[in-house]
């Protein structure tokens, strides 16, 4: 009998299947995942390949010769944008106040690793340097209680894909995406020994 779940890829015991909600959105996301993501217990791009029918997820690390990928990228009357931040990255919610997606076919890469990792993608990957990038506000916070982050800023694939989707289609309510990326960082603290999880992870008051 396997130990993991066949539908998240999780430890049965921290199956996160009954937290997920499906989704419907005009928005299709593309998640270009690290191979070192594919197998973290805290990886959170799954929650939306499973939460969202339209999205599509690649493993690798130069995806410039990805058949799949390419493919999707050379689709007529199909606007793509990368959510990367740069100093040329367009600011979303600008873009969100002119784009209509009822109207066009829009597809959001997300790049799915560390900043490090992602960033190695993001070299490597020349399919994407033509492509627009796309930037969040800077003043919205990660969650992420339990694994480190460069910064407060610094946001999960699944709270990434949230807010660009929420401000793609404001009329739609996305947070069952952020509602299971929570009961997952739950769950985890949980299992952890009694004051691992404060000595470890919270950040000293004042």
Not at 77 to 83: E, K
Not at 160 to 185: R, V, Y
Request: aromatic letters at 8%; glycine letters at 4%.
């Amino acid at each position: 009998m396997s130990r993991y779940c066949s539908q998240c890829g999780k430890a049965i015991k921290a199956c996160i299947c009954q937290w997920i909600q499906s989704l419907t959105s005009n928005v299709e996301l593309i998640i270009l995942q690290h191979p070192t993501e594919q197998k973290r217990p805290l990886g959170t791009a799954r929650i939306l390949n499973l939460s969202l029918a339209n999205s599509y997820c690649f493993i690798g690390e130069n995806f410039t010769d990805d058949s799949a990928l390419n493919e999707l990228l050379q689709e007529e009357d199909t606007r793509h944008y990368v959510l990367f931040p740069s100093e040329e990255s367009l600011n979303a919610q600008m873009i969100a106040q002119n784009l209509d997606v009822r109207k066009s076919k829009v597809r959001v890469i997300l790049i799915d690793g560390t900043w490090k990792k992602a960033y190695k993608i993001w070299q490597l990957s020349n399919n994407l340097h033509s492509l627009p990038r796309l930037a969040l506000p800077e003043e919205l916070q990660g969650n992420y209680k339990i694994r480190q982050a460069p910064s407060d800023n610094s946001l999960s694939t699944v709270e990434a894909g949230f807010h660009i989707l929420s401000l793609l289609e404001p009329n739609k309510d996305f947070s069952p995406l952020t509602t299971a990326f929570e009961k997952m960082i739950e769950f985890q603290i949980a299992q952890m020994p009694p004051g691992v999880y404060e000595k470890n992870y919270l950040k000293p008051k004042g």
